[in-house]
């Protein structure tokens, strides 16, 4: 099981970027998906999380910002993020809870990618 994040970069305030994570290596199916960001000497922090379900929850922080969405056939998440700010930049990862078994289930973690909000 592999995650592959992609899609930060340098942005300037009051920009967008979108960030894509694939999942690779499934074979009993995705549970919630997500996205943590954790920023220079901080902890890592929850953004946004999606079920299988696509019912969806925001830190407040981003609520109205970001908006995640899954692509379920493709093992796909995303992030959009609009109306970017300084105080967004961090390491991005996404996280998905993986079924290893017809039951059983584990989270895995993404690389990371990382996004810089210039003022």
């Known amino acids: 099981v592999q995650l592959q994040a992609s899609g930060g970069g340098l942005v300037q305030a009051g920009g967008s970027l979108r960030l894509s994570c694939a999942a690779s290596?499934?074979?009993?199916?995705?549970?919630?998906m997500g996205w943590y960001r954790q920023a220079p000497g901080e902890q890592r922090e929850l953004v946004a999380t999606?079920?299988?379900?696509?019912?969806?929850m925001y830190s407040d922080s981003v609520k109205g910002r970001f908006t995640i969405s899954r692509d379920i056939p493709k093992n796909r998440v995303y992030l959009d993020m609009n109306s970017l700010k300084p105080e967004d930049t961090a390491v991005y990862y996404c996280?998905?809870?993986?079924?290893?078994?017809?039951?059983?289930?584990?989270?895995?973690w993404g690389q990371g990618t990382l996004v810089t909000v210039s003022s």
């Open positions: 290596g499934i074979l009993f199916g995705i549970n919630d």
């Open positions: 996280n998905a809870e993986i079924f290893v078994s017809l039951t059983q289930k584990r989270p895995y």
């Open positions: 999606i079920t299988s379900r696509l019912s969806t």
